[in-house]
Structures are given as C-alpha cells and as structure tokens.
C-alpha cells in the first residue's frame, strides 16, 4: 500500500533532529526552512500539486457532505494548510477537510440548525473555533493522552458506522432523489428505499459512472499506465487525477444537458469567487454550549486520525512527531479555519499517504497545495457551476467505502470476544442513536469491559517445583505445597478496580483450609499499587492476623517496594515478613521439614 | 476498636460453610436454621435487643434526616431486617436505615417534591422499590464487580463531604432555626450562620447536651463501668443505651416545658401506632426517569458499605461472603420496605460491629431485632410525642462525625498525589454541587488518573549485568549493552491506554539512534495484551521493518503467549524472533562478539 522506495532519500533529517531548540520545538517550520536543499524542491513542488488536483473536488465534496456551501471547502484548504506548515512536526501531513470530521459537522451543527442555511454556516465557524481552542489547550495542558480512551475496538465500530452513515448520507445525490433528515441514522436506509421510485436517471448515470471511473483509478489505472510503458512518477501523478477527471466529464456533460435546461439533474451552482473572506465568529453562549460535546470529539478524533498517520510515516524516515506539538498545531489550523471561512480541518488519511509517496520532504509541498487552492478559488470557480453533485457524492462514497472495516472486526473478534463487545456496542451506537452517543457508549464500554477484565486477575496458587527455586501454579504443574502455608501469585498490579477481588482471594483462602496458617502473595507482576489497594492489604493484614492467619509478601519490585517503605507500610508490616524471593519464604516458614 | 474476644468461639462454622447445596446457595438461612445450636441463642438474643435499643432513636434520626416522618424510619426497621436474615450471606449484617443512604434519598427526591409532603414519602416507596429492583438485577446478573468502581479516594472524599452535609442539615434542629433548603450544599453553612441570631436556646440547650452524653457513652463510658467494677457484658450494653438516655430524658424535659406549651421547642408529634401498613408504589414514568441516577447512587453506595462490613466481619470468623448473593439479599430487602412503608435500606457499619461484639451468631438477632421494633411500633409511640428534633439531630451529628475521615486522607496523600487529587475533587463536587454530581466527578477522575498512570508505563532500557544472565536497566546499573541492539522492558500490560507510548517508545528509540538495528521488547511484566495493543504490535514491526530495524519479543508470559499463538501473529511475527530469555535473544543477536 504504501510506496517505500521513497523511504530512503533523508537520512540526514536527523541533522536537524538534533538541532532542538526552543524555536524549533514552537516553530516546527525553522527546522527546515533555513536551510533548505534545492533538491528537496522538485519532491516538494510534485507533491503540492498532486494534493491540490485530489484535494480541490475532494474539499467540495466533504464541504457538501457537511452541509455547508462547496467553497466553505476550498477556504478550509488554504490558510489552515499554511499555519500547519508552520506549527506542525509532521513534514507530510496533508491537512484539510476530512470526511469523518466533515460528518461530525454535520450531525453537531445539523442538530440545532437547518444545513444550508446563513446560521448553518455561521456555526461551523464557531465550530472551528471551538475546536482550535479545545486543542490548543489539550496541547499546552499536555493532554495529549485523553485520545487514550479511543481504544483500537472503539474506532473501528465508529470508523465502520461512520463510513456507513457517511455513504447512505450521499445516496441521495446518487439517485438524484430528496430525503428528509433523520434523527437516527438507521433511518437514512428506510428513506432512502422509499423514496427510490422517484429516482433521477440522469444523476443516477452520472454518479454511478463516476463511482465506476473512480474505482478504475483506484485500484487498476496506475498498473495499466505502468503497463503501457508509463514512467512510474507520470503514472503515479495521472492516478491521483481521477476525481478531476469525473469533475470535468460530469460538468461538461451537466452544461450540456442545462443548454435546454430539464431533466432536474442537481448542481452545484454559483461559487463566489475570490479569495476566502476574513470572518470572525459571533459567539452566543447558548451556541457554545450545545456545541461542546461535538467540539470536543472532532478534537480527540480529528487529532487521533491526525497523529496515527503523521506517526506512521514518519517513522518510514526515522523522524520523531510530538503529539502536544501536533495539538497545538492543528489547533491554530483551526483557528484560521474558523477566520477565512473555513470549518474544521485535521490531517487527511489518504491525502497525507499522498502527500508522502509523491515525494514531499518538507511541509513546502502543503504551502504549495495551499497556494494552488488559493489559485483555483479566485479563477476557476465559475467552472465548478454545472458540476453535478452526483459527482461529488461519487467522490466522497469511493473515499469512504475503504473505512468500513470488516477485516479488522474479524480479526479482534477471533482475539478477544470483550474487545470484539466494545467495537459492536459502538458501531450499533452510532447508528441506532447518533455519532456523540456512539462514541460515549464505545468509550464507556472499552472502560468496564477494561475494569472488568483487571478486576478479575489471574490469581495462582503455587508451590515448588521440585528441589529448585521455581515455584508455578499448581493447577498446572506437578510441584510441593506446604500444609499450613499458602503462596498465592496475583498476575496484575494493585488497584482500585480489584482490591475487592485481593481481599476476597486472601479471605477465601483462610476460610476453605481451617489449617492455614500463613499466606505469601507474591508480588512479581505487580507494577504498582495504589491507595484503594494500600489500604486493602493493611486491612487484610489486620483481618488475616484476627483469623489467626500471618501474611508475608514476596519478590515486591524496586519501584512499589520504594513507596511502601516512603508511606511506613513496611515499618509496620514488618520488614521480616517481606521476603526477596518465594523460596526464602518457604526456608523461613520451614516448608521443608513439614513433608 | 473491635471487639476480638468474640472471634474465637465459632471455629465450627466451617461445618456449615462446607454444606453448599443450591437450597444454601439461595436461602442462606438454611445454613444455620435447620441446626440451630441452643447455646447460640443467648448471643443472639442479646445482640439483637441491643441493636434494637440503638435502633429505634436511629431509624427515627435517619428518617427525618431523609425528609420523611419518624415512623417510615422504624417501619424500615421491620421486614427488610427479616427479609435479609432470610437471604443475606452474612451472619452478622445489621440491615436497616443508614445515615449515608438517608442522606441520597433527600438529595434525589428533594429535587423533585418538598420535603415532609405525602409526595415525598411516596416517592420513598418508589426509590426503595427501584433500588430493591436494581440490586436484584445487579445480583443477578453477576455485576457485584461495578462497586469497583467507587475507588478507596472517591469513597473517602465522598463519605467525608457526606457527613459534613449531613452534620449541617442538622445544624437548624440544634439551634432551633428555620433554615431554607439550598440548591447547593456549601450554601447552607452560610444560610445557618445568617439565622444564628434566631437561635432557640431551649433547642441548643437540648441539643448540645445530648451530643455531649452521647459523645460521653461513645469514649468514655464503657471504661467509666469496668473501671466501677461492672461486667464486660453489662458495660458493653449499658454503653449502647446513650441514644436510649438521651431520648428519654430529652422527652422528659419537652412534656415538662410543653405543659405551658411555649419556648417554641420542636418536637416530633404524633407517631401512629400500629404495624407498618402494607403499600405498594404508584409508579408514574416520570418520576421513575427522575429517580434513576439516584436510585443508581443508592444501589451502589449502599451495597458498598454493606458488603465492606461484611466481608471484613465474616473474615473474623472464617466464614465467606458471596457479593452477588449479598446483592440479592439487600434487593429484597430494600423491595420488602417499598411494600411496608420503608424506604431506602442497606446495612450499617456502627450497627453491624455492634452486634458482632454483642455475641449475635446468627440472623436470628436480626429477627429479634425486627420483633421488638415491631413491638415498639405497635406499644411506644404515644412516648416519642414529645422526644425534641435536636435530640434526633444530635443522634445524627455524633454518629455521622467519625465520618469525615481526615487521617485517610493525610495517608492517602502522603501516599500518592494522584488519588489525593481523585479525592479532593470528589469531595469539593459534592459539596460545591451534590451527592451525584459528586460521584461521578470522583468515578470520572478516579478513571481517568488510573488512564494516565498507566497510560505512561514504567519502560527501562536494560543492559546485561556482568557476565551474568541478568538484564537490569542502564540507568540504575553498570550493565553492558549492544550497538545496534535495544532491548526495552515494559513495566505494564499493554492495553488501549498505553498502546501509544509503546508505539512512542519503539519510534522514538529508532529515531533516537541512527544505528540501531535490532529492538527486543521485554515482556515479563506484560500481563495481557488486548486487540488495540496487538494492532499496535502489528503495526509497530511493520513501521520497524521500513525503517530497517527487526523487532524481537523475550519473555512472553505463556497465557500472552497462547492467545498470540491463536490469534496467528506468532507464525506471522516468526517464532525465531521470539525468545524465552533476554539473555537468548543477545545471544542470538551476537552482541557477545560486538565488544
């Protein structure tokens, strides 16, 4: 998939690696534009144009998809691109609008607005501007980690329902037809089957032929180019053109059809020309406040789709990404989305894959991609006027049919049927009620199934192997136990979630053998413990020794061992009752004699 | 603070505990009903007229804490206490009204009806049923493990804000006052500092000596009698009776001074007499809906504080405790005081070690307690006509101060800055918001600490000690390393939250080091590895192999082991890349010939 010959040329990139200075860790850009190689430029220049041909119908397409005007996209590629450029420690990542974050537009904005209206568009501002400030924070507060809670389950469900929601959103565009608005994206489906008598045959033709030359592109034109004896860079180049291929086509065949004006074929209609207006959002408290929980997730999600590819390739040339850097960055792409016209952005999957086989080493290729955008809005925009948006529905079915991931659903449902519980729990979320509650579910599902899991450890009983100084499971091995004593490995570290579960362990072992007399936990695999737990043990201690029972701890690591003895558990533990190792233990407690 | 000369006379319960047939499982009281031993009758006996004595100016306290009428109190002191003798797994549990159970019960139906109105009590019905509901199901349904939830630092700020809302909702009975209820607890320090000028001296008067005789009973006492001579049992009850004390000499003093009728001293009035009648909930959809958050809170804190006291007092005496069956029982319990007058119901910590130390053996205490309340209900309630507000308010005070648990917090603190940040910000959201509110900024913090800590995991470079076999990390010994191999040992399980920093710190070592060729990752502390983590994996030795770095796996735990096994990513990572020992994996890497 991805293109490694390119991986090889910028070894010295770590020439500048090692220049770290406070500049270069705020200005990501001072790393390489001081001193720049001339032969970076042709890379860089390719690239930047190779982007701006996919990006330029694809931003019309995600802008529409959002239900906002199709230049709202084309303004979301400009300055944004240029401030990342500036800001971010990626060198090749190709922001602008994406189709996930496009979607979550939509359904954040479309809940208290009617899309395509002024108001509509004036949100998406302040959208923008909501969610460049919640990164901005994130990254100077360091929070980089909260995407954390996205675990790799959740995403697929979300990604997969979304790419479902995504595509059914376009078949209206594809069939030419109208659907009303749904509360619930399953309903999108029955619509869509009712209303599909009434199908436009033009735009039906239109979109679907388009789906069928992007298909084409995608996945066969680039081997039959190299098949006719193309070089491999022409090729490569002539791939990505597809979607401006079916722009042209499609608009040419749509103005053709306009000469007698019939047929109800949908355009996209006048694009104002000229470069985006410089906007400032005009904030109403009320609109703020409906709009956090939307804000806050196309934060966390646009950054987590951001930083997986920006990390990605850059380890294909040993750079380093700083994901509070890359907050920050994305951030102020934001800010200056919300400031020309714009509405969210993040790094683009594909385009960034793009971006990097096409030979962009420095971010100079999205200053490029940005002033060929800026180009192409104040010329060309009037060409846009009979493109059918049955094309641009094509455009964004064909990007999104790759994000539905029925590979990876197989492959964490053969490994862990909980993990495979969290992904269905999402993915049925989104779709039943609404993206927001999709991911709230996902994430809160992750995090029981999680505590759950850890709530349980595995617990083993051990004895001696032999006459040597390993002890394993009993359950497992053949090996010698002690009448009155009982070693007990709790295979998890010490915390809140199971202390419950240590308690009981130790207790049901004191009350199943009336005999007991001494219980050693050993502690190899536990990494750390904390108060909830503290506060377990010293209890257990003082409930064991009421029962009669003495306990003693075994092979505590380094690090838990430093804290128990800072918090004076040790001290009134009894540092005789802790022992190095499970054998000393069992020397101590005279094991040996009693067989 | 217990009493552990009692623990020793019932080594013989384990004949019981090995009895464990379905008919045990469902109704514990057959555990002991069918052989009842005539010399436990007296302890039972005993234990259950002396919890009874606290018992009945208890429940009144609680209930008018809760907003409802003295009698709902001891009608909840009835059948719920027969109920969980039936069915409870606990030998010693003294169910009935609680302070901290009282407490969520004004906070959640105080939102939606005013106190002291037939809707309120009404809507106690409704809570207790909802709570008796949930709890069956959670028993049911195996979900016992969801109080893992509710960390030791939540639990400590949130009882420690509880009895500081709790002390000063009784502060108007004290000192006589009208005090309007606060939408916020905070703001009723201010509201009783404002109505101080008000104050009632008789109230103060009443109230302030009986905190002081029953504070004198809690610590001084029971030594004051042993020291005249007294036998331990006799101190031991007679020491129980200050609530008793307080009540009867309060209701003197109040029919003295209401034989002028004057001086405005609030009494409780007129308690029906009778058994508690039978009522069955009306149930209105949207007061359920309204409840729920509420109902939840009860179920969980509720069978928190039962099965912490039940579990540390069954230890005592070798015997077990099984958390679903015990949610079962309080289930019932809780449903049996929604058809009898009750309300909210759970077992009380105070009470519980009260008649473990009275000698109880068996549930047969809690009927005998049940018995006399019922016998109260139906004899005594012309006497509590005029028992004083003040002196049930004191009640409440005294036993709610050793609540607030300032030395857990110094620990906790001391301890780890973390969980003190988890408890601080539970117990300001309760008291700057409510109970609920509370909660759950302290279950969401406790959660998204626990996130953060593993979520940046322990990771040592090691080197090889000497010639030994043993690999420490190079940071803290003299160790011998590789040029161009890393070997890293990660100190967690891998799992979503840490996924990341694993794919950071495989990056980063590479991009850190133009030379490095080879990565062993060590895995002995690495306890699972869930679907995201093994994405991750997968993908980390593909962006290694770009990069030109191979990366090997050491001492893979085997159940680790044989779910990657299963799952294939062994034969596709290559056995040969996976070694039992770090040492192995120097070997084969030939780092002995590199120096």
């Not at 990342?84 to 922001?95: D, P, T």
């Not at 008598?197 to 084409?216: D, K, M, Q, R, W």
Request: aromatic share 8%; hydrophobic share 50%.
């Amino acid at each position: 998939m991805f293109d490694t010959a390119a991986s090889g040329n910028r070894a010295d990139t770590s020439k500048h690696g090692r220049k770290s200075n406070l500049l270069r860790k705020v200005f990501p850009i001072s790393g390489w534009v001081s001193n720049y190689r001339r032969e970076d430029l042709i890379g860089d220049l390719m690239a930047g144009l190779i982007v701006a041909i996919m990006l330029v119908p694809q931003s019309m397409a995600y802008a529409m998809l959002a239900g906002l005007p199709p230049q709202v996209g084309l303004y979301a590629s400009i300055l944004p691109l240029i401030i990342y450029a500036v800001f971010g420690s990626s060198r090749v990542l190709a922001v602008g609008p994406v189709a996930m974050v496009s979607l979550l537009t939509l359904s954040g904005i479309g809940a208290i607005a009617q899309a395509g209206t002024a108001e509509f568009v004036a949100l998406a501002l302040i959208l923008a501007l909501m969610t460049g400030v919640i990164q901005l924070l994130m990254g100077i507060a360091r929070l980089g980690f909260l995407v954390n809670f996205l675990s790799h389950p959740v995403l697929v469900g979300f990604t997969s329902a979304a790419a479902l929601v995504i595509g059914s959103s376009q078949l209206k565009h594809i069939f030419g037809i109208d659907v009303a608005r749904t509360e619930h994206p399953y309903q999108l489906f029955i619509n869509v089957a009712n209303n599909l008598p009434e199908t436009n045959l033009i735009a039906l033709g239109v979109g679907a032929g388009s789906i069928f030359v992007l298909l084409y592109f995608k996945y066969f034109f680039k081997r039959n180019l190299l098949g006719l004896g193309f070089g491999s860079g022409i090729a490569d180049t002539l791939s990505k053109a597809g979607a401006l291929l079916v722009v042209l086509v499609s608009t040419l065949i749509a103005w053709g059809i306009a000469l007698d004006s019939g047929f109800g074929l949908k355009i996209v209609g006048e694009i104002p020309a000229g470069l985006p207006p410089l906007t400032f959002p005009s904030l109403q408290t009320s609109q703020i406040i409906a709009l956090i929980p939307i804000a806050l997730i196309i934060s966390l999600v646009g950054f987590m789709e951001s930083i997986s590819i920006a990390t990605t390739l850059a380890s294909r040339r040993r750079q380093k990404i700083d994901p509070n850097q890359e907050l920050i960055a994305l951030g102020a792409a934001n800010v200056g989305a919300s400031v020309t016209g714009g509405y969210p952005v993040t790094g683009g999957l594909s385009r960034s894959v793009v971006n990097f086989s096409a030979g962009a080493n420095t971010n100079l290729s999205s200053i490029v991609t940005a002033v060929l955008i800026a180009l192409t809005v104040l010329l060309f925009t009037p060409l846009f006027y009979y493109l059918p948006r049955a094309t641009l529905a094509a455009i964004v079915i064909v990007a999104v049919a790759s994000l539905f991931d029925l590979k990876s659903f197989r492959h964490i449902w053969a490994y862990s049927k909980t993990d495979a519980a969290a992904l269905l729990a999402t993915f049925l979320a989104v779709l039943a009620f609404n993206i927001e509650i999709g991911i709230g579910v996902g994430v809160a599902t992750a995090l029981v199934l999680h505590l759950y899991r850890t709530s349980k450890p595995h617990v083993a009983v051990v004895g001696r192997v032999g006459e040597t100084e390993h002890f394993r499971n009993v359950l497992r091995h053949e090996v010698n136990t002690c009448p009155d004593a009982c070693a007990v490995r709790i295979d998890e570290s010490l915390y809140f979630a199971n202390t419950r579960e240590l308690e009981n362990t130790l207790l049901s072992a004191v009350a199943d053998n009336p005999e007991l007399k001494n219980i050693i936990l050993i502690c190899s695999a536990v990494n750390f413990i904390d108060s909830s737990a503290l506060d377990t043990l010293e209890r257990a201690v003082d409930e064991l020794r009421d029962a009669g029972v003495n306990l003693y701890l075994a092979e505590v690591k380094g690090p838990v061992m430093d804290r128990l003895k800072a918090i004076g558990f040790v001290d009134k533990f009894g540092k005789e009752n802790i022992f190095l190792s499970c054998h000393q233990a069992f020397q101590f407690l005279g094991c040996e004699k009693e067989r």
